[in-house]
């Protein structure tokens, strides 16, 4: 049984260390503002200017004027504070954010990722994506394993337009989670399974090869 979007999320969340400074991207990574341990503080970011984003607001209760860079309505924590966009990618650009969690639709086997266009189709644009592949010294990609005819999204080499090279630290699928060395380039590596996944059925929906950690494999 795969992992739901709220599932992957929460897995996300378990990334995030006390004190980090985070930011989060549009899609299934906004949810891991729902899953943030208690006890631990963390500052989220959104290149729109808002650093300490909670969760999303219950039924009723939206400001429409205190929103993420996916225009969603958020929350605030004690202590968020406001900026220009300018300043916000000055956070991104000078290595002040620790962790950045972003969707993808390619990721290849040496880090590569591809998230922002498919030529052809109308898509939201780059957003602030090549920044913070750039700029934030960790980078974990959230993402369904596969696209929606099945085809693979882990490749040996992505095929679409590329947001950043070398970039991606992990990978969480549906299916399980990857660490990916793409300083020292010996590839991915399988570290979790989804409840009732096989490392089977991720082989024969992943392009790329990839080495089964250790404690995985006698598991």
């Given at each position: 049984?795969?992992?739901?979007?709220?599932?992957?999320?929460?897995?996300?969340?378990?990334?995030?260390?006390?004190?980090?400074?985070?930011?989060?991207?549009?899609?299934?990574?906004?949810?891991?503002?729902?899953?943030?341990?208690?006890?631990?503080?963390?500052?989220?970011?959104?290149?729109?200017?808002?650093?300490?984003?909670?969760?999303?607001?219950?039924?009723?209760?939206?400001?429409?004027?205190?929103?993420?860079?996916?225009?969603?309505?958020?929350?605030?924590?004690?202590?968020?504070?406001?900026?220009?966009?300018?300043?916000?990618f000055a956070l991104v650009r000078g290595g002040h954010i620790d962790l950045t969690i972003l969707g993808s639709m390619q990721v290849a086997m040496n880090g590569d990722i591809a998230?922002?266009?498919?030529?052809?189709?109308?898509?939201k644009g780059m957003g602030g994506a090549m920044d913070l592949v750039a700029g934030v010294p960790r980078v974990v990609v959230v993402m369904d394993h596969t696209s929606k005819d099945g085809s693979p999204k882990i490749l040996k080499e992505c095929t679409l337009p590329l947001t950043g090279v070398r970039a991606i630290d992990r990978i969480i699928t549906n299916l399980g989670v990857f660490d990916c060395d793409r300083e020292g380039g010996s590839g991915l590596t399988l570290l979790e399974l989804a409840p009732g996944v096989t490392i089977e059925e991720i082989e024969q929906q992943t392009e790329a090869?990839?080495?089964?950690?250790?404690?995985?494999?006698?598991?």
């Amino acid at each position: 049984m795969a992992w739901t979007r709220e599932q992957m999320a929460r897995r996300a969340a378990r990334e995030i260390a006390d004190g980090d400074y985070v930011n989060l991207g549009i899609g299934i990574p906004t949810l891991v503002a729902n899953y943030i341990p208690d006890d631990i503080t963390v500052s989220l970011h959104s290149e729109n200017g808002m650093l300490g984003i909670g969760p999303f607001p219950f039924e009723g209760e939206a400001d429409p004027d205190i929103i993420n860079a996916g225009k969603q309505t958020v929350t605030e924590l004690p202590g968020t504070s406001y900026c220009s966009s300018a300043d916000s990618f000055a956070l991104v650009r000078g290595g002040h954010i620790d962790l950045t969690i972003l969707g993808s639709m390619q990721v290849a086997m040496n880090g590569d990722i591809a998230n922002w266009t498919i030529p052809g189709k109308v898509v939201k644009g780059m957003g602030g994506a090549m920044d913070l592949v750039a700029g934030v010294p960790r980078v974990v990609v959230v993402m369904d394993h596969t696209s929606k005819d099945g085809s693979p999204k882990i490749l040996k080499e992505c095929t679409l337009p590329l947001t950043g090279v070398r970039a991606i630290d992990r990978i969480i699928t549906n299916l399980g989670v990857f660490d990916c060395d793409r300083e020292g380039g010996s590839g991915l590596t399988l570290l979790e399974l989804a409840p009732g996944v096989t490392i089977e059925e991720i082989e024969q929906q992943t392009e790329a090869p990839f080495a089964v950690s250790e404690a995985l494999a006698a598991a």
